[in-house]
């Protein structure tokens, strides 16, 4: 159905969506914690670290890309939250819970994308069958039980009904235009 080079693209453009002030964020965030990390810590420490320096060079730049790419996420989800008509601030709140269970959280549980209507521009969501203030078609059903039917289906998987007989058929009304 989706080839790579479609995620790809999808990819980038969602990419893009990161705000300026969120990539400033990152490289402030990142500045701060290696300065931290290298020369505000180790003035106060009575003991040097025992790590091999490979490692503890390895450990402090992951707590910066840490530190940075949570306030890429943060832009990020200050973006997408709203156009799926989820909170962006309590989101962006979230995301600074520790191991990363926030962001997990956002990505697991964050509704689709709301789009418009092809017949008024109202907003619609992704699991919207009909238009809420038009009752435009917006997604293939069925014309006696209303549940989704895709489009190769002939006959309803929840009821048995013979989805062409539907006026206008509604797998074809749904993807004609
Ligand atoms: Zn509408
Ligand atoms: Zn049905």
Request: aromatic fraction near 12%.
């Amino acid at each position: 159905m989706s080839n790579p080079r479609q995620d790809e693209s999808r990819f980038s453009d969602e990419l893009r969506l990161i705000p300026r002030w969120s990539i400033v964020a990152a490289v402030v965030a990142f500045a701060l914690v290696e300065y931290y990390f290298w020369i505000a810590l180790p003035a106060h420490a009575h003991h040097a670290s025992r790590l091999p320096f490979a490692l503890h060079f390895y450990l402090l730049l992951s707590w910066g890309i840490l530190a940075a790419l949570s306030m890429l996420v943060m832009g990020y989800i200050s973006i997408d939250a709203p156009r799926r008509g989820m909170s962006a601030r309590l989101w962006m709140v979230c995301v600074l819970i520790p191991g990363g269970v926030g962001v997990a959280l956002y990505f697991l549980l964050r509704t689709p994308i709301l789009s418009s209507c092809p017949s008024c521009g109202a907003y619609i969501a992704g699991d919207y069958h009909y238009c809420p203030q038009c009752a435009y078609q917006v997604a293939a059903c069925c014309g006696i039980c209303h549940k989704t039917a895709r489009i190769t289906d002939i006959y309803c998987v929840h009821c048995g009904h013979e989805l062409a007989k539907d006026h206008p058929p509604a797998r074809l009304h749904a993807f004609g235009n």
